[in-house]
Nanobody, 126 residues
Framework: QVQLVESGGGLVHAGGSLRLSCTLSKFTLDYYVIGWFRQAPGKEREAVSCISAAEGNPKYVDSVKSRFTISRDISRNTAYLQMNDLKPEDTAVYYC???????????????????WGPGSQVTVSS
């Protein structure tokens, strides 16, 4: 059974930075996509970014491009979401999620993801 453990959330002022981590247990990131999603209070869950299983190619939604960077360390079986220039509208619970893949492209459709972490709160004050 795939398990995901997140860490790195917290409170930061606008313009600040945080890095989220997501560690995949029992299986290797070589065959699992990692995606990041977020849900703000009263809003629908939305995709943020993903990184492909093969080649580690990233994908981002427009609202975070140039501010967020997704990466991974295969040796640690861990993916990261570096978030810079944070804005109050980035405040949300952030979830990492995963699905099995052998492709060099990832998808940002939540329906693809069968495994989810418990979530990590990110709060950005103005």
């Amino acid at each position: 059974q795939v398990q995901l453990v997140e860490s790195g959330g917290g409170l930061v002022h606008a313009g600040g930075s945080l890095r989220l981590s997501c560690t995949l247990s029992k299986f290797t990131l070589d065959y699992y996509v990692i995606g990041w999603f977020r849900q703000a209070p009263g809003k629908e869950r939305e995709a943020v970014s993903c990184i492909s299983a093969a080649e580690g190619n990233p994908k981002y939604v427009d609202s975070v491009k140039s501010r967020f960077t997704i990466s991974r360390d295969i040796s640690r079986n861990t993916a990261y979401l570096q978030m810079n220039d944070l804005k109050p509208e980035d405040t949300a619970v952030y979830y990492c999620a995963s699905y099995w893949s052998f492709l060099s492209e990832c998808r940002l459709d939540a329906k693809e993801y069968g495994y989810w972490g418990p979530g990590s709160q990110v709060t950005v004050s103005s």
